[in-house]
């Protein structure tokens, strides 16, 4: 397959038995025709991939929203589309603003699903990448990497965290510009064969779309991912351990909400992301207490996260925060 062309259709149906030609071509309606929303729902399975985000993610109310809100706008346009009304294709390209471990890599993969499953892409992967992946160093470097990483994301999604990386305005010998420019060039070109999302901090976001106008045009989505609240982080805290089958004592969880009041004021917290490495510090920190202990244990104590996990911690100690280490 040469670049930017769309990858041929794939053979085999679903595990709901929907051909996959089926899926992005649906048979055409008569005008006079009526069509059940419910059952075009559940054959796109849009309310699976909808629900599995509000189950995957705490929180995050209004994203989850715009979700929904774009979801419904693709699955009326496929109708209009099946009653043989003409209209363009939504623009489909976004933007996803927030800080680290605000779930915006989760809802891209949520987002390449759902276009699969209404129609719009062909395969509905995700390709994840940043600037070292598609800006080469020297001369000639550049336009290869990024038609490698375009042509790997074609039928899917292509995410770019910390896009503003891209270009660096200050250096005069930096290639941005060129990966910058075969990207505009494909967004526009093979919209319907790719998305864009791009991501990364809302005010460094807005400063990149300042100085790339063109690429600011080409965006129709912009989604604001908020931190999260004291009360969603320790549930979002609640799930990860109830994944890995461990559970906290009530006091442990107390434990673990003060641990969280004192990170979220520490420098490079990342909201989900340093829940995820606290609770990692802490199972190693129980699996050392239990066999240093040295004794029989019972079900119920490897179970357990107990308070001495967490307050064995720096954060609680009152060290310095390490520059290399977030507990």
Avoid: W
């Amino acid at each position: 397959m040469r670049f930017g062309e769309a990858p041929p259709p794939r053979n085999g149906a679903p595990p709901n038995g929907v051909a996959e030609e089926e899926r992005a071509f649906p048979q055409p309606l008569s005008s006079d025709a009526t069509v059940d929303v419910d059952e075009e729902r559940r054959a796109t399975d849009t309310d699976e991939i909808l629900d599995g985000l509000d189950r995957e993610l705490v929180g995050l109310v209004p994203v989850k929203t715009r979700i929904r809100e774009i979801a419904a706008l693709l699955l009326v346009d496929r109708l209009r589309q099946r009653f043989g009304i003409e209209s363009t294709r939504p623009t489909l390209h976004m933007c996803f603003t927030g800080g680290p471990g605000t779930g915006k890599t989760t809802v891209a993969l949520r987002m390449a699903r759902l276009l699969k499953g209404l129609g719009y892409l062909q395969k509905g992967h995700l390709v994840s990448v940043t600037r070292d992946e598609m800006v080469g160093q020297y001369i000639g470097h550049t336009a290869p990497k990024t038609k490698e990483v375009l042509a790997r994301a074609m039928g899917g999604v292509l995410f770019i965290d910390e896009a503003y990386y891209l270009h660096r305005p200050e250096n005069e010998r930096d290639y941005g510009q060129e990966a910058i420019e075969i990207l505009l060039q494909v967004m526009e070109n093979q919209r319907e064969n790719l998305v864009v999302i791009l991501a990364g901090y809302k005010d460094r976001m807005d400063g990149f779309f300042s100085s790339n106008p063109g690429m600011s045009s080409r965006i129709a989505h912009h989604i604001d991912f908020p931190d999260y609240t004291l009360d969603e982080l320790v549930a979002i805290g609640d799930l990860m351990l109830a994944e890995q089958s461990y559970e906290f004592t009530p006091e442990t969880r107390d434990v673990f909400r003060h641990y969280l009041e004192r990170r979220r004021e520490q420098p490079r917290f990342a909201n989900a992301r340093s829940v995820r490495n606290a609770l990692e510090r802490a199972r190693l920190r129980q699996a050392n207490r239990i066999v240093s202990a040295g004794r029989p244990v019972s079900r119920s104590d490897v179970l357990r996260i107990e308070p001495e996990d967490f307050l064995a911690s720096r954060v609680l100690a009152g060290d310095p925060f390490p520059p290399d280490e977030e507990t």
